[in-house]
């Protein structure tokens, strides 16, 4: 329980406050989230809609030359802004819940491993009672505040568009408000990292963007998403999906065809697809595969027509 003037807790160190007896009780993570957090999101305007609770995968790391399954790292909650209620929601910020009496910066630096992860810009860590915040914009992180001072959805948007340079009723951000046509339970949570930092670097007129994933993280995934959105917002003109060899043309083709339908064709040299939007080929089909090449087919096909807005490897 806290006494006093809220307004004034903030000059109050907080191992001050717990020797005064001001936090009376001690909750759980669980608690903390269930009874003090929760709460003050929802006074704050964070609707149910606008946060989620994200999970991250177990990954491999090495230690002293043997590798070993990382404890799985939870994230305890994901917050989103919209533009409107038809769009789809775009997460800005990470709270980790702690303890009501652990320090309320206790989580940052790992709260600021799984905002990289999920690529968000402002970071949170929290007791139930008071908040601190990482601004990955500026670099810089917050004195303690009461939780009732915790920004609104708003409030983060304004700093997200200032941030971003772009506002989301811009034409150029339009991609980054396609819903997702299979849900938001069709991707995991670092593809739609990937995604958003993609959408968000095109929306900042950047020409060149390149993603870089691991082996079976789902790239073709990423792919087919990322040209969806950006057809669906009416920004497509024609792509090419480049891959190193032909069982990957034909997953990535399969791929294509389930969200384009004949919109996706493969190319081969007997046959380079000149009216398909969406292109499947292999560096071998280009005459790219290696330095000694003269990339003739490419070259040629691009004189005909401009074949892709995005080189997808």
């Excluded at 004034?8 to 191992?15: E, F, G, Q």
């Excluded at 995934?221 to 990322?226: E, K, P, Q």
Aim: charged share 30%.
């Amino acid at each position: 329980m806290l006494c006093g003037d809220l307004g004034s807790i903030r000059a109050i160190p907080y191992d001050i406050l717990t020797k005064m007896g001001q936090i009376a009780m001690s909750l759980t993570e669980a608690d903390t989230r269930a009874k003090l957090i929760d709460p003050a999101l929802h006074r704050r305007g964070w609707t149910e809609d606008l946060i989620r609770r994200e999970e991250t995968d177990r990954g491999i790391e090495i230690v002293d030359g043997k590798p070993r399954r990382r404890e799985r790292g939870r994230v305890d909650y994901l917050l989103r802004i919209r533009a409107n209620v038809n769009t789809q929601p775009i997460a800005v910020a990470l709270i980790e819940a702690k303890r009501s009496d652990d320090p309320p910066d206790k989580g940052l630096e790992q709260a600021k491993k799984y905002a990289r992860l999920n690529h968000v810009p402002f970071v949170y860590s929290s007791n139930g009672h008071l908040f601190v915040e990482y601004d990955f914009f500026t670099g810089k992180t917050s004195a303690p505040k009461p939780l009732e001072e915790f920004p609104t959805p708003e409030e983060l948007r304004r700093r997200y568009e200032e941030g971003m340079g772009f506002s989301l009723d811009s034409e150029a951000a339009k991609p980054l408000l396609v819903p997702y046509p299979g849900g938001e339970a069709s991707r995991r949570y670092y593809q739609d990292a990937a995604i958003r930092a993609a959408l968000e670097k095109i929306a900042r007129g950047e020409k060149r963007v390149l993603l870089f994933l691991a082996t079976g993280s789902g790239k073709t995934f990423i792919a087919v998403h990322l040209l969806r959105k950006i057809a669906d917002a009416g920004q497509l003109r024609r792509a090419l999906f480049l891959c190193d060899r032909d069982e990957l043309r034909t997953q990535g083709l399969n791929a294509f065809q389930n969200v384009f339908g004949a919109d996706a064709a493969a190319v081969t040299t007997k046959n380079p697809q000149k009216n398909a939007r969406i292109l499947i080929a292999t560096y071998q089909t280009l005459n790219v595969a290696g330095e000694d090449e003269d990339a003739k087919f490419l070259l040629e096909v691009w004189r005909i027509r401009k074949v892709a807005q995005f080189f997808l490897v």
